[in-house]
């Protein structure tokens, strides 16, 4: 089974074509390659579709996510790199929504992907009370916080904060997997440099803290551009690099820009296939078709 990895600002993920498994087996596979001991270690793993075209993602716990804003950039990478699909602009099925993808440049690999407008409905975050979270008062390990939670193709809870570069990993497992989040949380933690700059730092669901998240910065530029913090085009400061947010100003649609890079490529063993995987929890495996 060939085999990819890349990252986006830090954000790690394992890419192959999708393989003739079962939902069971797939999970399987993720936790044990993204495992960083025992496996090839990532945040996430991505399994591409070509027809029609469509990344399905896994966090590396093994469950599903809708959106990676920064694993659809080295989707698009990993499309570009293989020869599979060459073209500028393009859209991609990832879970129910359809995203745009526009490749602005080669060399550096730069991507622009519409996130659409962002919602604060609580069908889409979800909320135990089935109200907006806007501007509430939580309370976790014996600390209040005030959080806005939205949706941008999957969930996220802002916490504005004096120093992202503080240890939020405790809070940030509070505040995700508390009671008002049905569906759990991705929670960021935005420090405004200016309005134009933000250092932030995501606790991410299924899979802890993260080096960057490309979603978590379009919830925090959009956040913080609602409360009149920021402009419309903010530079997001990751732990290991840049992004930028522009929005749109006249209906709030959010645009991610960022790059992604290559790391390696390689294969898979049988023997560690087979290991992993309990192959009553699906069909057979056809390794003609991977």
Sequence with gaps: MEINKYHGCGNDFLIAMDPPLSQTQKKQLVIALCERHTGIGADGFIFVSMHPLEMKYYNRDGSRA?????GIRCFAKYLWDTGRLRKQHYIVQSGPHHVEVNIQCQDPFT?????????????????????????????VNEQEFIVDTLYVQTIHTVVLVENAQANWEKIGEALHCHPLFLAKTNVNFAEVIDRDHVRIVTYERGV??????????????????????????????????????????????????GGAQKIMSGAISDTFIHSCLDEKAGEPLDHNAY
């Design 111 to 139: 991507v622009a992907i519409d996130l659409g407008i962002p919602s604060l409905a609580s069908k889409w975050i979800q909320s135990s009370d089935q109200k907006e979270i806007w501007g509430r008062k939580l309370t």
């Design 208 to 257: 802890g803290l993260t080096n960057a998240c490309g979603t978590g910065c379009a919830a925090v530029a959009w956040d913080m551009w609602k409360h009149g913090i920021c402009d419309n085009d903010v530079t997001l400061l990751c732990a290991q690099g840049t992004l930028q947010i522009h929005i749109d100003p006249a209906n709030g649609a959010v645009t991610l820009i």
């Design 66 to 70: 809708w959106m990676c804003g920064n």
